[in-house]
């Protein structure tokens, strides 16, 4: 399946932004997914997953409060909704589709989009 991040963009502290993720196949209903980021100098990190029916979410705690995640599985898409934006939140934030595990490690997710640029001025 291949996905495509949109939504990134610069924003205020503060701010909000909302992030897609599309998949190019209905077998999207069935992965867990995925947000990740990565800043400049830094590794990338988990932020925030949801199971195939959107019954489960998890948080990083450093977002948990301000980010929402979703999907929609009509539509092949996922969401991250991100409010009260901090500078710390900028980076590239990448979508990932896990077809068996439920996990917050990388090396779990199976495909990977190519990422949408954050940037909070403060």
């Known amino acids: 399946v291949q996905l495509q991040a949109s939504g990134g963009g610069l924003v205020q502290a503060g701010g909000s932004l909302r992030l897609s993720c599309a998949a190019s196949?209905?077998?999207?209903?069935?992965?867990?997914m995925g947000w990740f980021r990565q800043a400049p100098g830094k590794e990338r990190e988990f932020v925030a997953r949801?199971?195939?029916?959107?019954?489960?979410?998890d948080y990083a705690d450093s977002v948990k409060g301000r980010f929402t995640i979703s999907r929609d599985n009509a539509k092949n898409t996922m969401y991250l909704q991100m409010n009260s934006l901090r500078p710390e939140d900028a980076a590239v934030y990448h979508c990932?589709?896990?077809?068996?595990?439920?996990?917050?490690?990388?090396?779990?997710?199976?495909?990977w989009g190519q990422g949408t640029l954050v940037t909070v001025s403060s």
């Open positions: 196949e209905r077998t999207f209903n069935t992965y867990n």
């Open positions: 949801i199971n195939w029916s959107s019954r489960i979410t």
């Open positions: 990932a589709a896990a077809r068996r595990s439920w996990s917050t490690r990388d090396a779990d997710y199976d495909y």
